[in-house]
């Protein structure tokens, strides 16, 4: 079973920062080998890419409309992780419900799929 929880979300004025937090907790899975992802849906909008990272960390990939803003990163330890997301130069259109997902297939984690998701976290954006 894995369990995600996203925190870190709020309110924050045009050109400021956040950091999201994805703490994820997991038994029989080896989490630490399974890539993480960010998704946002906006009021009335799709569910969006963000960004993704790999087990190692060292392989990411962003949507191009967070690209240089946003970075992805992650904490690996025995038993937990936790992923977070750095937001510099937030934008009115940031604005969004953020959750994180993890699954076992970088591919198919990038389209939203074959993975379990947490609840998810809201960030305002204000102009």
């Known amino acids: 079973q894995v369990q995600l929880v996203e925190s870190g979300g709020g309110l924050v004025q045009a050109g400021g920062s956040l950091t999201l937090s994805c703490a994820a907790s997991y038994s029989g899975h080896t989490f630490s080998t399974w890539s993480l992802a960010w998704f946002r849906q906006g009021p009335g909008k799709e569910p969006e890419f963000v960004a993704v990272i790999d087990s190692s960390g060292g392989n990411t990939d962003y949507a191009d409309s967070v690209k240089d803003r946003f970075a992805i990163s992650r904490d690996n330890a025995k038993n937990t992780d936790t992923g977070y997301l750095r937001m510099n130069g937030l934008k009115p259109e940031d604005t969004a419900v953020y959750s994180c997902?993890?699954?076992?297939?970088?591919?198919?984690?990038?389209?939203?799929?074959?993975?379990?998701w947490g609840q998810g976290t809201q960030v305002t954006v204000s102009s």
């Open positions: 997902s993890v699954g076992p297939s970088w591919g198919r984690l990038r389209e939203g799929l074959g993975g379990y």
